[in-house]
């Protein structure tokens, strides 16, 4: 069974600090990790994704992520946030195969950066 | 405008009524899907379809029935309402059902009221 942590169900920040976003998950085999952003009264909106190769994976808006086997975490990072961050923001991981399309979700972590 | 239009935004029922919760997505993709947001609870996997052939369910309760008249099109029966079906129900959709990894795009979500 696979299982996502994301042990921070809140953060707050001021604008222009760097924040990291926790994400740890527990799977045996090869999967995809991925993490997701959700404004207010919004749906998710897709971030980035790794599968293999270079550990850090880029995103869309400065975020990026880093993935540790060891560790066997997915942490989000943005070295400097603007106020319009301010959003949950979900880890997912999905294996892969024929459940490749079911992601499996965090609880999330709210971000809230202020002025 | 957004791509995937899910109807309506909010919707109260009492106990044992019946609903359908509309879905459609005008990204041109091939897999659809449903999943529901319980309160403190993660995003839970419901449905996958691919080319209106369900694919995937992780729902045990048969009172929840996907509905799919065309390929972008895929909305959620739910009958026999009870209070613990109250949650954020998202479609999403991807450009093809796949083996792994898939990027999801998400509607806003139904948020569904059971009283």
């Known amino acids: 069974t696979q299982t996502v942590s994301q042990s921070d169900a809140h953060v707050t920040v001021f604008e222009g600090d760097s924040v990291e976003l926790r994400c740890n998950y527990s799977y045996g085999g090869s999967i995809y990790l991925s993490w997701y952003i959700q404004h207010h009264g919004h749906g998710l909106q897709f971030l980035l994704k790794y599968y293999s190769g270079n550990p850090v994976v880029q995103g869309v808006n400065g975020f990026e992520a880093e993935f540790s086997k060891s560790d066997s975490s997915f942490h989000l990072r943005k070295a400097s946030v603007h106020w319009s961050d301010s959003a949950v923001y979900f880890c997912?991981?999905?294996?892969?195969?024929?459940?490749?399309?079911?992601?499996?979700f965090g609880i999330g972590t709210l971000l809230s950066v202020k002025p | 405008d957004p791509k995937i239009i899910q109807k309506p935004k909010y919707l109260v029922a009492v106990t044992g009524s019946e609903k359908i919760l509309i879905c459609e997505q005008y990204l041109g993709h091939n897999a659809m899907y449903w999943y529901r947001q319980s309160a403190k609870k993660p995003l839970e996997f419901m449905f996958s379809?691919?080319?209106?052939?369900?694919?995937d369910n992780q729902t045990a309760s048969s009172r929840f029935q996907p509905q799919s008249s065309k390929k972008n099109h895929l909305d959620l029966q739910i009958t026999a309402l009870k209070p613990d079906d109250s949650a954020t129900y998202f479609c999403?959709?991807?450009?093809?059902?796949?083996?792994?990894?898939?990027?999801?795009?998400f509607g806003a979500g139904t948020r569904l009221s059971v009283l």
């Open positions: 997912a991981v999905s294996p892969g195969g024929s459940s490749g399309n079911k992601l499996i």
């Open positions: 379809y691919s080319y209106q052939k369900l694919m």
């Open positions: 999403a959709s991807s450009q093809d059902w796949d083996w792994g990894g898939v990027t999801l795009y």
